[in-house]
């Protein structure tokens, strides 16, 4: 089976622009996440989706960064205006259903300057 | 909120000797999962524990779930260069059943 695809993998941007990543996950899976990995820690959560409604938003910084899954399929995750400390690996995962195990993207490393 | 703990953050072995990372909720949790990132790379898919005491194994890989659910270990038995990587642990939690908190993980690295 194919895994869960992500764009781009990498992006250096300037503080203050605005940037987009995009994630399609695995066929079927009716959960999506976007993770913001900090290197030295583990992933935080962003956002989950189930379909295509929001499950938990409840750690998106909502004045810079929003997401969207408009048909329950891929999604996209956007910030604006980006921050230094938005530096970071930017995971997209997809599971079967909630609470089930999570398969991850490659990522998208964000180098903000 | 909910803290998932992990320690030690770093361990380093020589090829064959045991490792053992160290996972602790301040909640009770409904399940854990494992997983493992290897250097530059993606957090992948270990195994899930649901139940009180359970212990899962996968070939070298022992997994725990402490009795009061609030707790679990993984254990590798002689370790391998293939091995290394960061082990971390990951629990439903901050108010939520449903949505997962990762510990900051274990940085295993091997000495061939």
């Known amino acids: 089976e194919a895994g869960v695809a992500q764009s781009p993998r990498y992006k250096i941007i300037e503080k203050r622009q605005s940037v987009a990543f995009w994630c399609n996950p695995i066929s079927g899976h009716a959960t999506l996440y976007w993770y913001q990995q900090i290197l030295g820690q583990g992933p935080k959560l962003l956002i989950q989706?189930?379909?295509?409604?929001?499950?938990?938003d409840s750690q998106l910084p909502k004045d810079r960064f929003s997401a969207e899954r408009l048909k329950g399929v891929d999604s996209t995750l956007k910030i604006q205006p980006a921050k230094l400390e938005d530096s970071a690996v930017y995971l997209c995962a997809s599971s079967l259903r909630i609470n089930q195990p999570q398969h991850f993207g490659d990522g998208t490393r964000l180098s903000i300057l | 909120g909910q803290q998932v703990m992990q320690i030690p953050q770093y361990q380093h072995v020589q090829e064959g000797e045991d490792f053992t990372t160290y996972c602790n909720s301040s909640?009770?949790?409904?399940?854990i999962q494992w997983y493992k990132q290897r250097p530059g790379g993606h957090p992948v898919f270990l195994i899930q524990l649901v139940k009180s005491g359970e212990v899962k194994k996968q070939k070298r890989l022992t997994f725990q779930f402490g009795e009061a659910k609030k707790n679990s270990s993984l254990h590798i038995t002689a370790t391998q260069t293939t091995d290394v990587g960061t082990y971390f642990c990951a629990g439903p939690g901050g108010g939520s059943n449903y949505k997962l908190t990762f510990g900051k993980g274990t940085l295993l690295t091997v000495n061939p």
């Open positions: 909640t009770t949790l409904s399940n």
């Open positions: 989706f189930q379909n295509n409604g929001v499950v938990d």
